[in-house]
């Protein structure tokens, strides 16, 4: 099939769509769901092809006026300077489409779990992961998003050791994925005397919230241990058996839980993001398996296996994955240029995807 029959295809699967939902015949409720939301992600894609057919079309006509000897002289003068736009534009309009019709992500439209940790650096990583929990309180203001912090465990001086959030809205895992792996920061620490620079860092993990429907997990393959919170907080969550610890047996992996005073709370919570590294896992075998390595894994927090640089004394943000460069590091920490990087990042990808589908 070329990539003419495919477009007919697709739009022929809108026609029948639209013969589906437009009464024709008693559709089941799940049934019209799946079809209404098949209906909608086609949408962007016919207009998509409409507008390439178009140009493509006009252009043809052009090219014939230019062509016929009958044509006058102003007229063939306006005909070759609006060929010579369609000519430009059309790649455009094809690169376009391409990115519309490559394979989706099916994460993308999830809410996200992000779990910040600091890493390499002591206090000053610490200090920093903090930085890096706000930056992303604040992304998520401008993104209208909601975010929950799950599980936080802080220093002494403002620092965070390990926080957990839940974001959720309209693509928020599509972009936040971009930000899984090490997060290197270079400024002069506040308790450094001397002036010199320190390097630290915090790993950031971003994986797909799941669905019980997405993820089954059996009762058989969970361990659940209860004890006593520890740390801050109220009377009732250091005197009760409210914390949680669980266990998923097949794969070892472990979550703890204690923010809540209510055990019952706290094991819902445990669940959450245990599906969620469990989903994750599952999707991460399966790309290797397709032979498609996972953008951004996340490493151990040594300061090496980094993918950006937060430099404080230059003002700038350096993502390391596609060599970009800006100099708005307060605006990047405070949520609101951080879609420069995160855009960027995303039309590599796509350019990177489309030369392989080539």
Known sequence: MNFDERLDGI???????????????????????RLSKEYAELKPVIGAIEALRAAQSEAADLAEMIADAETDGDMRELAEEAFRALREEIPKLDEKLKILLLPKDEADQK??????????????AALFAANLMRMYQRYGEEKKWRTEVMSLSETGIGGVKEAIMEVGGRGAFARLKYESGVHRVQRVPETEASGRIHTSAATVAVLPEAEEVDLVIADKDLKIDVYR???????????????VRMTHLPSGIVVTQQDEKSQHKNRAKALKVLRARLYDHERRTRDAERAEVRRGQVGSGDRSQRIRT??????????????????????????????EIVDALL?????CRLAQSE
């Open 11 to 33: 739009i022929a699967r809108q026609d029948e769509l639209s013969a589906l939902l437009s009464g024709q015949q008693a559709l089941a409720s799940d049934e019209l769901v």
């Open 111 to 124: 809410n996200a779990i992000l779990e910040i940790r600091a890493g390499t650096g002591g206090e000053e």
């Open 229 to 243: 919170a520890s740390g801050p907080g109220g009377q009732s969550v250091n005197t009760t058996d409210s914390a």
């Open 310 to 339: 937060y430099n404080y004394p230059q003002g700038r943000v350096t993502d390391h994955r596609i060599n970009l460069t800006i100099h708005k590091l307060d605006k990047v920490l405070s949520g609101e240029a951080l879609d």
């Open 347 to 351: 039309s590599d990808e796509q350019t």
